[in-house]
């Protein structure tokens, strides 16, 4: 069983910067695709970013992130770099692993580490 663990949240003003890391127990056919995902205040959970393991190959399905987002990946570590920061970007983000392709669907994603908070202030 794939097992993830997330951490590099915190508190940070408008425009700043954070890197969230999720650790991987191990790469297999259930983690095809390593997503992140956030759930705001109040709101439901979305897709933020994905990455397929063996290729490289990125996926950002919320438009709001492009270009201050980065998901990437090194040895059994998924990275989430989030530049300009917002206070909408305020969320709990998740770490998730899929056997399928990537989507912003988080039935599509079959484990899921504990969360990590990133709270924005003005």
């Known amino acids: 069983q794939v097992q993830l663990m997330e951490s590099g949240g915190g508190s940070v003003q408008a425009g700043g910067s954070l890197r969230l890391s999720c650790v991987v127990s191990?790469?297999?056919?259930?983690?095809?695709?390593m997503g992140w995902f956030r759930q705001p205040p109040g709101k439901e959970r979305e897709g933020v970013a994905g990455?397929?393991?063996?290729?490289?190959?990125t996926y950002y399905p919320d438009s709001s992130v492009k270009g201050r987002f980065t998901i990437s990946r090194a040895k059994n570590t998924v990275y989430l770099q989030m530049n300009s920061l917002k206070q909408q970007d305020t969320a709990m983000y998740y770490c998730?692993?899929?056997?399928?392709?990537?989507?912003?669907?988080?039935?599509?994603?079959?484990?899921w580490g504990q969360g990590t908070q990133v709270t924005v202030s003005a």
């Open positions: 990455i397929y393991i063996n290729s490289g190959s």
């Open positions: 998730a692993a899929s056997y399928y392709e990537c989507t912003a669907n988080e039935a599509d994603f079959s484990y």
């Open positions: 191990e790469y297999t056919y259930a983690t095809h695709c």
